[in-house]
């Protein structure tokens, strides 16, 4: 049988990479091997490990929750249609804002390393020691918000510097002044969901699922970034530039493969746990895990980007307007996939929650 305990060392351990990872001026995490792939950080054992405890889950006869982008109903706002022909009128400014703000959540990841979690240990019957669950406080966690914020430590940037570099490299660093950052991206408390659980535990159970959710969404988001990068039709004057940038998304995307494998494994867990509730009974994980799953689902999927765009898509329109005119505005409102739902949308009265 595969290995399915691991220390917290283990988990954080790193490749013997042949080349540090240097990219834009920046000293970043991950590393290339002989061949020259990039590797992700912190991925020797965890890899492995998630893959073993997946293989548990397997022969317990638990399925891998679904956790992709075909539970969105929504794409990025702008579209990369949207952002193309902004870019081709010379205005790079929505593209900058967005990527810059995506480095800031990403820094803000950095929490799930700052302290220890509540242990479902105490929530639930079965034992954990072999399982992905388990080993949420034993450095899954900790590895994951290094991942996103950097460790200091070791002098290297993470996922925010690596979003910064990616817009210094396609816009320049100076460009536009710093936009205003949303307050969150995640499910606002809104009363209990698992009153079945102590509420640190419920807390914790929607913690995991918010930010599963919100990595499935960044998938989503990665694809525009890269598409544009991509498209030998923009940043003409920076084309080397642009390519590395690309080639940057494809790296943190290929980070964040082992957050959605691991966060998706700890869940189809709990789904086959037996559960301690505060009353005394005995529950079923499937009562515990999805209706709350299914409501994440449900606002990540659907009424938060629907009050993202309601927020953003009147200033930005006006914005547009000033910098090229009702033409541009109208190319821009022609290319818009869900422009019914967009012009039935509420005004700048809704905000991003
Ligand atoms: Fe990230
Ligand atoms: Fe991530």
Redesign the pocket.
Known sequence: MERRAWTREELLSEHAYARGHEAAGYRLHGGFDEAGTYVPPRTLARWPAVLAWQGGLAERGLPLLAADPGLLVHGTFPSFEQHRVLLQHGYGQPLWNSLTITGVF?AR?RLLAEFPFPDFREAVRDDLSETATGHLNGGLLVAHGL??GGDPASGLG???A?WFAIRDLLLGADAWPAPEIPESITRPDAGRLVPELALPHEQMLLLLMNVLLV?VR?EVAFDTTRRLASDPGLFLDRRERAALAAAMVDR?AE??RI?VAYLRTVLSEMRGFSWKGVSGRAIPGTEIVDPAWRELVRWHAEENPRLARAALRPPLREAIRRHGGVRLLSLFDDLDPDRAAADAAPGPVARVA
């Open positions: 990403e990841g991942d996103e993470a996922h925010d690596m990595e960044a943190i980070d964040e957050h």
